[in-house]
């Protein structure tokens, strides 16, 4: 009985012994298999983090005014400080404040001409802070394509080096890891791409809500002028 237990026990540690052992692999040796493909996959997904970043921050800018603003503007316009109310305006440094700074200039002109002046200045205002999105909803929209594209070539030099093999022999080994090669870049495209997109829109629903405001504070101003002294 002793005997038939140390058998199975080395049974056991023969098969223990014999089983290969199972290999992990992180995110940067899965990137190396990828090629130059990969390369310009980090490129793209580095230009979308250094706009997103950027956008942020001037957006974070374009929201942050004081809310005594109109208030003063009101006072200095209605007691005739012209100066004041665009020294205010200067110093606040806003597009909101940059609007209004023009539309002050234009006090005494036709109403429609002062409200053509506001806007304009707002369009470019929301131009300055959409700089660079074009950019970031082509990497969105191109990386993925990157990606197959390098899984396309990679099963293209597969089949060539199949092709190749004299006899017609082909080992399973280099057959998974061509096949791996390739997918590698479809992984890379899609991470960049989806990354692209929720930046891209995050933004987009920033600026829409600096639109708003924009929109808010041109009709505030339009009622001021009308108000009587």
Known sequence: MLLQIDTIA????????????QQSINLWEMAQYGGWI?????????????IFI??????KQATREDKSFMDRIRDYIHDGKIDSALNLCKQTDTPSAHMIEKGITRIGRPMQDVQVAVENVGNLEVGRLEKGLVIMATIAAGAPMLGFLGTVLGMVQ????MAQ??????????????????????????IVGILAMFAYNYLVSRIDRVVRLLESRTLEFMDLLNEPA
Not at 10 to 21: F, G, R, S
Not at 38 to 50: D, H, K, Q, R
């Open 158 to 161: 597969t089949f060539y080096n």
């Open 38 to 50: 990969m390369i310009i996959l980090a490129i793209l997904l580095a230009i979308a983090c250094y």
């Open 54 to 59: 950027a956008r942020l921050v001037v957006i």
């Open 10 to 21: 080395l049974a056991e540690e023969v098969m223990t012994q014999a089983e290969p052992a």
């Open 165 to 190: 093999t004299s006899g017609g022999v082909i080992e399973m080994s280099a057959l998974s890891t061509g096949m791996y090669q390739a997918m590698v870049t479809t992984i890379g495209g899609l």
